[in-house]
């Protein structure tokens, strides 16, 4: 039954089924035997390894796999999921605090590809904001630690019109 199901998820459900489920008691992913339907959604589950009856939590599996499109509440929480993955930027921004702090009093200079930049030098990014110069990498290139993300950026880039 299983089987069937994994094969072909568009397949209409029905009590007595099997179905994977996070079964809170287990705190993982098992499988479930279907136990009560309503408007032809899974409603209540057994779990078939510790025998405990509750409500269906579709597994994550079954959201990726199963669902060929998902829900949007699914949707919601597949997307909270990638969001919580992705760590925060602290490394650039205690980074940029640093720099900020000790170069309180440096000015800005507008960022431009085609000036030249030194090591620990502030500079405007129209789309980055504030950044300090960390590295210069080699002639044209300059690493910049911004508040949000440290990028390499090109300097000494030749005007155009100008060789
Ligand atoms: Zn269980």
């Not at 408007?39 to 939590?57: A, D, F, G």
């Not at 405007?124 to 044209?140: E, K, M, N, Q, Y």
Request: proline fraction near 9%.
């Amino acid at each position: 039954m299983a089987d069937r199901l994994r094969r072909h998820p568009w397949k209409v459900t029905s009590v007595g089924d099997e179905a994977d489920s996070i079964c809170p008691r287990c705190k993982e992913e098992t499988i479930h035997r279907v136990v009560a339907m309503v408007e032809s959604k899974i409603h209540l589950v057994i779990c078939t390894r510790c025998n405990s009856q509750h409500r269906y939590r579709p597994s994550l599996a079954a959201m990726r796999k199963k669902t060929p499109l998902p829900s949007e509440r699914q949707a919601r929480v597949l997307k909270k999921l990638e969001e919580s993955k992705t760590p925060p930027p602290k490394e650039p921004l205690r980074v940029w605090e640093n720099f900020r702090e000790i170069l309180a009093e440096v000015k800005p200079l507008p960022y431009d590809p085609s000036e030249e930049y030194k090591e620990h030098q502030a500079v405007d990014h129209p789309t980055f904001g504030l950044g300090f110069v960390r590295r210069v990498i080699d002639a044209s290139k300059v690493e910049i630690v911004f508040e949000r993300e440290v990028k390499v950026l090109v300097m000494n880039r030749p005007r155009s019109g100008q060789e």
